[in-house]
């Protein structure tokens, strides 16, 4: 599966595939002509594919933390609407927020998730340009938050559980989403939601950027695709308020101290849960993250159902209560230890 689109550190890997590639189209077109595939070309297939695969493994169980921030980002990575068709069945998008308008890089829905029926809230980047600038990129204004509560708190109404998927570099900073109230929006996305009588979970899919990503965040049960990230602010911004400049050193500076990992937000109990992502990535084999996915939600919502919906505030009330958690430890006490 040679792409066009070329990781840094994917050069190895990218051109086994284009062998692969090469190989493959000489089977089909023996095959097409009434021949059976040479032997050797069998072999020299198994070969690399073996070869592929240990080179992905090796390159991926090594990524630095800005090298996760770019897997995040690739273009085929699988989006909100491509989990749709690969997870959920049924699916019934609502729209607008009945105060201002639609907008499309919120999308929002009822559907099911093998036999639960539940909502489905997420970002949405867009593929192709237009829809990409359609999208703003899958950075949602005022009017997609205060949509996706309104429907949240239309599920809450039929006792449907939430799922949200999280995939956006931040909340749109534009004047127009800032004359129409986004930190409000967001603001008043987070008390609702930690008070609403119905199982939530959220995965980030992709990027968790700042407010824009906490804005459909709060949850009962919160995991992230393994190549994701989750973080206060995107590495570039983090560079430019620090270093004045965004370039490609400092990018990786900031990428590292901001812990924006999958790891680092389990490491730090912001986070569940790591979802495990196909060898090479989500875009790699997007069928193959889905059903990773689909296992979870499925389990973390069988599991929220053994709670009455009264006691879920509180539940979800704690879980953020713990975050940050340290210990103080007095000064002779760690000159002792020490």
Not at 41 to 57: D, F, G, H, N, P
Not at 142 to 162: C, V, W
Not at 194 to 204: G, M, Y
Not at 322 to 337: M, N, T
């Amino acid at each position: 599966m040679a792409t066009t689109y070329q990781l840094p550190f994917e050069k190895s890997v990218v051109e086994i595939e284009a062998q692969l590639e090469r190989l493959g189209a000489d089977v089909l077109r023996a095959e097409g002509d009434g021949e059976p595939p040479k032997k050797e070309q069998t072999a020299e297939i198994k070969k690399l594919e073996r070869e592929r695969k240990r080179v992905l493994k090796r390159a991926y169980g090594e990524l630095s933390p800005w090298d996760t921030v770019r897997v995040a980002r690739h273009p085929k990575r699988p989006q909100m609407r491509d989990y749709i068709d690969l997870i959920f069945k049924d699916f019934c998008e609502l729209h607008g927020d009945r105060r201002f308008g639609e907008d499309p890089a919120l999308v929002t829905g009822f559907a099911r998730l093998g036999s639960i029926k539940c909502l489905v809230v997420g970002h949405h980047k867009g593929r192709t340009t237009e829809e990409k600038l359609a999208c703003h990129f899958g950075c949602a204004h005022p009017e997609g938050y205060r949509k996706a509560l309104a429907k949240m708190k239309l599920a809450e109404k039929f006792g449907l559980p939430i799922v949200t998927l999280v995939d956006t570099p931040g909340a749109y900073p534009g004047m127009g989403a800032e004359q129409r109230g986004q930190a409000e929006a967001i603001a008043v996305n987070l008390r609702e939601m930690s008070r609403l009588k119905t199982p939530i979970v959220s995965v980030i899919i992709g990027e968790g950027g700042s407010g824009g990503a906490l804005g459909i965040a709060v949850a009962d049960r919160v995991a992230m695709l393994e190549h994701a990230w989750y973080s206060v602010i995107s590495p570039e911004g983090c560079a430019a308020i620090l270093w004045k400049t965004a370039n490609e050193e400092n990018n990786q500076a900031a990428a590292v101290a901001l812990s924006l990992t999958a790891k680092d937000n389990l490491r730090l109990k912001i986070v569940d849960a790591i979802i495990a992502e196909p060898v090479g990535g989500a875009h790699r084999d997007a069928a193959g993250a889905a059903e990773g996915l689909r296992k979870w939600l499925t389990e973390r919502l069988r599991e929220l159902k053994r709670f009455k919906p009264e006691n879920l505030p509180r539940r979800r009330y704690e879980r953020f209560r713990r975050l940050g958690e340290f210990e103080e430890v007095a000064a002779a006490e760690a000159s002792d230890g020490g």
